[in-house]
């Protein structure tokens, strides 16, 4: 454990590995066209096209965990790049659906394995991916995803009252 990090709370730790994961995506996908947020969306739609799906922005949100009018955002601005197509629902004429276009399903491929690299190299401490240490730090991130926070927790509330 580095200096700065002995003796951190869990939260400041969560943050700060997401903060480094976040600007090393945004680095290692800037040759690509990209930022951190877009390969986000990208990649989750070419995984849900590897499903058979074909995502509303609504489902892509709930599924990447940003909001949805980011994801509108973001969606226009891949849309413009040439990225992904947007369309209506034919089920639902006030939902847009988002698909890669070819060329967006390459440069996703191409950003796809850049970023795969960034995992091993951040995993490789912990066995590699498919190191039974990664594998349980995964599971265990799944369990804190799975965890509803509500800022108007009334136990927060009581531990401040009685504080």
Do not use: C
């Amino acid at each position: 454990m580095s200096r700065a990090t002995e003796g951190a709370t869990a939260g400041f730790l969560v943050w700060r590995l997401s903060m480094k994961w976040r600007v090393a995506v945004d680095r290692a996908v800037a040759p690509l066209g990209l930022t951190h947020a877009q390969y986000a969306l990208v990649a989750s739609l070419y995984g849900m096209a590897r499903s058979g799906l074909r995502p509303s922005q609504r489902r892509l949100a709930d599924h990447t965990g940003l909001e949805p009018l980011y994801v509108s955002k973001l969606a226009r601005a891949l849309e413009a790049a040439g990225l992904v197509a947007r369309t209506r629902d034919p089920g639902d004429p006030r939902a847009v659906q988002l698909s890669l276009t070819e060329e967006g399903s390459e440069v996703t491929r191409r950003a796809i394995r850049v970023v795969q690299g960034l995992l091993d190299q951040l995993l490789e401490p912990l066995g590699g991916q498919d190191g039974p240490r990664a594998q349980e730090f995964t599971r265990e991130l799944a369990t804190l995803l799975d965890v509803p926070l509500d800022p108007h927790d009334p136990h927060t509330e009581n531990d401040e009252e009685q504080s």
